[in-house]
């Protein structure tokens, strides 16, 4: 089993800062790219920043430059940190990873953690 779980969702200002978290756990040979999504009420979910293997980095037009996508490879974990944030970044933000399991025979997919809640409100 693979799992996904993201940390450090929460209430901040118009303005301010967060910093959220998603560590893989599970039976993991490797993990390809890396990203997040978000999806606000009554909307779609969009993709909001994603990261290649090697780093590579692709971000959505609405938080370049505000948003920064970051991964530890060897803690299996990946960021995005935000800043100047604004009333429409509320949603709830979902890490997703494309990971390769370590069984015979291998088998790669696409896994999703259940989201962590970023609320931009004064």
């Known amino acids: 089993q693979v799992q996904l779980v993201e940390s450090g969702g929460g209430l901040v200002q118009p303005g301010g800062s967060l910093r959220l978290s998603c560590h893989a756990s599970?039976?993991?040979?490797?993990?390809?790219?890396m990203g997040w999504y978000r999806q606000a009420p009554g909307k779609e979910r969009e993709l909001v920043a994603r990261?290649?293997?090697?780093?590579?980095?692709l971000y959505a037009d609405s938080v370049k430059g505000r948003f920064t996508i970051s991964r530890d490879n060897a803690k299996d974990t990946v960021y995005l940190q935000m800043t100047s944030l604004k009333p429409e970044d509320t949603s709830i933000y979902y890490c997703?990873?494309?990971?390769?399991?370590?069984?015979?025979?291998?088998?790669?997919?696409?896994?999703w953690g259940e989201g962590t809640l970023v609320t931009v409100s004064s």
């Open positions: 997703t990873a494309n990971i390769r399991r370590a069984t015979i025979p291998t088998v790669t997919g696409n896994y």
């Open positions: 599970g039976n993991i040979a490797s993990i390809n790219a």
């Open positions: 990261i290649s293997s090697n780093g590579s980095t």
